[in-house]
């Protein structure tokens, strides 16, 4: 949409919460809940907040976003506790299986495949269907698609429940990593997606891919080589690298279009 | 001293005076009660200082950076490493240099080396997050904030980690926060109207138009960001040193909404916003937080304990504003521009300025050159669309080129490429002998290359004097010059009379012709004219030749004319050069392009034998 959304990270935080207030239905149940609980959210702030800011410009979209972030992050610490809470997650995906010699978590597995799933149908959603076609239009240009007959209230608000299910599967997933889930949940994955999208560059669905597995990557090898000494450090020297990228890309790897002046 | 002046000397005097009395009303009102209410007042002064350092930046660049809080970490750190008694220091940061450990600086020169540190962080920082997209610097500087949250929480022997550091000597007083509250507001309006800050205010409204005028975008939003750092520093290390204890989330997400909700609310572009909303919010955050800690309202309505609850309202308050008001209580504006306060009549009605015959930006002595402007076989495609296909060009100063041909010949983007914008896929654009392919807009324009929009591409929130000022700013002409050169300019174009008005109140026409004075203003010696007549009536056509028949005149640039309008054409250009389907299909005289039968049937048909016959 050519927007970005500091409270994506919320999104993400109140559907883990759904799976921590829901913890008594069967799992499968729980995670529907979470789902729907994702999209409701993200329609919800479609309508009252981002709306009426969408003809405004990139900048105030952004700090409305972050007001959004804010009031959401909020009333979760009002609503529950500013603390953590556990949550139990499914046996099954905590045990591991031996493939080679090497064990690896079932979890995992879950999140390789989800991710291809994820990947692939968003990738078939904006570039192989009329719906897609239209929000790469609106998000081009609002005014004109709405012109050209794009029912772009619906398109956007259709974005923002994909964005929200997606919230929704990011949330469950960190939840059934690490067991629990705080008001502050969301801030780092969404600055995790941001800066991938900024490395990638703007606009290019696989520029954020490229951007997010060099991040992971990175953040891996750190994890696994950097001396003890300094291993606390390495959120801040992962988001050192972005730093070094941007100096010899600026408008990022595969340099999107927008956020270039145009003449 | 020439009379030409951005605004009267009662506005400028207000606008700084209104911002001083409500810092000293606060300080005042802090300084008469107790002393925990001395310790909130004082520490809502040093947010203040903290949202005049986002300011700098956010307010006159129009960027937005979510790392302006890691400065005052950094200075709050390193003003209380500074002071810490060495018994403590060694007790909680065992791994701190002995000089350091052992030094207790007093406050004052504690402040002023964690302002410094925290500016040279500031330019650092700032040199590649500076190269970056306006879409990417607030996220590259969020980025930043997190490292410095990352650093300080887990760096504990010097940092004291995550539980931070205690008994910091606490020294900064209500009245020491006030005095560098008001100093700082006073600075913060100096770079404003400064000649660094109107160029940085003129890429907040166009980036484009910015550059094509001079102005290097990354280098003053760098110098913007590195006065933010000290600035923010300050607030760091006066905080610091009221509340006496530190931890890494003091000045993180949280502190990061709050003050960028003070900016926004109070109207990001303006000083006296930045004080207002840091006021009104610190108010408001207060009773909140009563509130949190559970209160009675009006002796009736019990209200239990409930932390978050200040938050909430806060971030209602700031997408409130969004929606609503998106320009804040001050509209933009500093208190000498408030409409109201013109009603009073307590500033005078701007005078048109008076011009004393300044022609230039430029020195007079500064000759104008015998060379001339050469492109030599530009070819350019676009996504194999080839736009330019082998053009050469040729404007001396002096002269008047007139560049036609039909829609999608390729005219704006041969200009683009003389211009810098767009590189030419091969080809050479050559200034006076000098090949200057390849350089960027800012370098040409310096370079006395000037070029105006088809679409006008104004700075609306300028006035019209500040416009034009700004051009000659951009090729490095201090401000009070740079305002006479302006007022001259708009003599010659008839626009003084609006002066005063800002530049997005002109009509149409106004725009196209304030977008000529601006390039004038850089004293160009090629002036690249893109459709300077679309949207003009007839007798404004005609006013329109006439002023450009003395601008050849008197600064004795030469112009590339671009125009559907054929009669300013034929009128003003003794050469004209015909472009089709990105090639040069005739040049010549305005009668040997008509009698072309090539052009006649190319492009020019009915309509310019009308406009030849009338």
Not at chain 1, 78 to 84: E, N, S
Not at chain 1, 123 to 136: F, P, S
Not at chain 2, 274 to 284: F, L, M, N, Q, S
Not at chain 2, 482 to 496: C, F, I
Request: some cysteine; hydrophobic content about 50%.
């Amino acid at each position: 949409m050519g927007m970005m959304n500091f409270a994506h990270g919320e999104f993400i935080m109140l559907a883990a919460y759904a799976l921590y207030v829901f913890a008594g239905l069967p799992f499968p149940a729980a995670v529907a809940s979470a789902l729907l609980t994702g999209i409701a959210i993200a329609l919800f702030a479609e309508r009252v907040a981002f709306r009426p800011v969408r003809s405004a410009d990139l900048s105030t979209q952004l700090v409305t976003s972050l007001a959004v972030a804010a009031i959401l992050q909020n009333v979760v610490t009002v609503a529950v506790d500013a603390r953590a809470q556990s949550v139990a997650t499914p046996a099954s995906l905590s045990e591991s299986t031996s493939i080679g010699g090497i064990s690896v978590p079932n979890l995992e597995f879950v999140t390789l495949g989800l991710t291809a799933i994820v990947l692939a149908g968003l990738g078939w959603l904006l570039y192989r269907t009329r719906t897609g076609l239209a929000m790469r239009a609106a998000a081009e240009n609002f005014d004109m698609a709405r012109l050209l007959g794009v029912r772009a209230d619906r398109v956007i608000a259709i974005s923002f429940a994909i964005s929200g299910a997606l919230a929704a599967a990011v949330g469950v997933l960190i939840v059934m990593q690490t067991g629990q889930v705080t008001p502050t949940m969301g801030l780092t994955p969404v600055l995790i997606g941001f800066v991938a999208v900024v490395i990638g560059g703007f606009g290019r669905m696989f520029g954020a891919v490229i951007g997010g597995l060099l991040l992971g990557v990175l953040s891996s090898l750190l994890g696994a080589y950097l001396p003890d000494g300094l291993v606390p450090f390495r959120d801040a020297i992962v988001f050192t690298f972005p730093v070094l990228i941007l100096i010899f890309r600026p408008h990022g790897l595969l340099g999107g279009e927008i956020g270039k002046a145009r003449v | 001293m020439n009379g030409a002046r951005f605004r009267p000397r009662s506005s400028v005097a207000i606008s700084l005076l209104v911002p001083l009395v409500l810092i000293a009303i606060v300080t005042l009102v802090g300084a008469s009660g107790t002393p925990s209410f001395q310790g909130t007042v004082t520490l809502i002064l040093c947010n203040l200082i903290v949202v005049l350092g986002l300011q700098v930046f956010v307010g006159n660049s129009g960027v937005y950076s979510f790392g302006q809080l890691g400065f005052a970490t950094a200075g709050a750190y390193i003003a209380a490493l500074l002071t810490l008694p060495p018994a403590f220091a060694l007790l909680q940061t065992p791994g701190l240099p002995h000089f350091i450990a052992d030094a207790q600086l007093g406050p004052l020169p504690a402040t002023l080396i964690a302002a410094a540190i925290a500016g040279l962080l500031a330019v650092v920082v700032g040199l590649p997050l500076m190269r970056t997209s306006t879409l990417a610097i607030p996220i590259s500087t969020f980025a930043f904030l997190v490292v410095v949250y990352n650093v300080a929480a887990n760096w504990d022997r010097v940092t004291g980690g995550s539980s931070g550091l205690v008994s910091i000597p606490t020294t900064t007083s209500v009245e020491s926060a006030g005095l560098w509250a008001a100093a700082a507001a006073v600075l913060v309006i100096a770079f404003k109207w400064s000649a660094s800050g109107y160029r940085l205010q003129a890429t907040r409204e166009d980036e484009v138009a910015a550059r094509s005028i001079g102005i290097g975008v990354m280098r003053e939003r760098l110098i913007a960001f590195g006065i933010s750092g000290v600035l923010c520093g300050i607030g760091g290390a006066l905080a610091v040193h009221q509340s006496g204890v530190l931890n890494p989330t003091t000045f993180y997400f949280g502190a990061t909404v709050t003050t960028m909700t003070m900016l926004v609310v109070g109207g990001a572009r303006s000083v006296l916003g930045a004080v207002v909303g840091a006021i009104a919010i610190a108010t408001v955050n207060e009773m909140l937080r009563g509130l949190e800690n559970g209160a009675d309202l009006f002796g009736a309505i019990s209200v239990g304990a409930a932390p978050g609850l200040a938050a909430i309202g806060l971030g209602l308050i700031l997408l409130a504003t969004m929606i609503a008001m998106p320009h804040g209580l001050s509209g933009g504006r500093e208190a000498g521009e408030l409409p109201w306060i013109r009603r009073l009549g307590l500033t005078a009605t701007v005078p048109p300025p008076r011009t004393s015959g300044v022609a230039t930006g430029r020195s007079t002595a500064d000759p104008v050159g015998k060379g001339t402007l050469r492109a030599e076989g530009i070819s350019l495609s676009f996504s194999g669309l080839r736009v330019l296909r082998g053009v050469d060009l040729e404007l001396a100063p002096g002269e008047a080129l007139g560049l036609i041909g039909p829609n999608g010949a390729g005219k704006t983007t041969l200009v683009n490429v003389l211009s810098g914008f767009q590189a030419p896929d091969s080809g050479v654009v050559a200034l006076d002998g000098v090949d200057v392919t390849g350089r960027t807009p800012t370098r040409l324009a310096r370079d006395g290359l000037g070029r105006t929009f088809q679409a006008s591409l104004p700075f609306p929130h300028l006035t019209v004097l500040e416009s034009v000022a700004v051009g000659a700013m951009g090729i490095g002409v201090g401000r009070r010059r740079a305002a006479a050169v302006a007022a001259d300019v708009l003599s010659r174009l008839n626009l003084l009379e609006q002066a005063a008005l800002p530049a997005g109140s002109l009509t149409p026409a106004g725009q196209r012709l304030l977008g000529v004075a601006r390039a004038l203003a850089t004293h160009p010696r090629y002036l690249l004219l893109d459709e300077p007549a679309a949207g003009l009536n007839e007798v404004e056509c005609g006013e329109l030749v006439e002023i450009l028949r003395d601008v050849i005149k008197d600064f004795g640039c030469g112009i590339l004319l671009i125009e559907h309008e054929m009669s300013i054409v034929m009128e003003l250009c003794p050469r004209i050069q015909v472009l089709d389907d990105g090639m040069t299909l005739c040049e010549g005289t305005p009668e040997e392009v008509q009698a072309d039968s090539a052009v006649v049937e190319a492009y020019l048909g009915s309509a310019f034998l009308a406009a030849a016959d009338a």
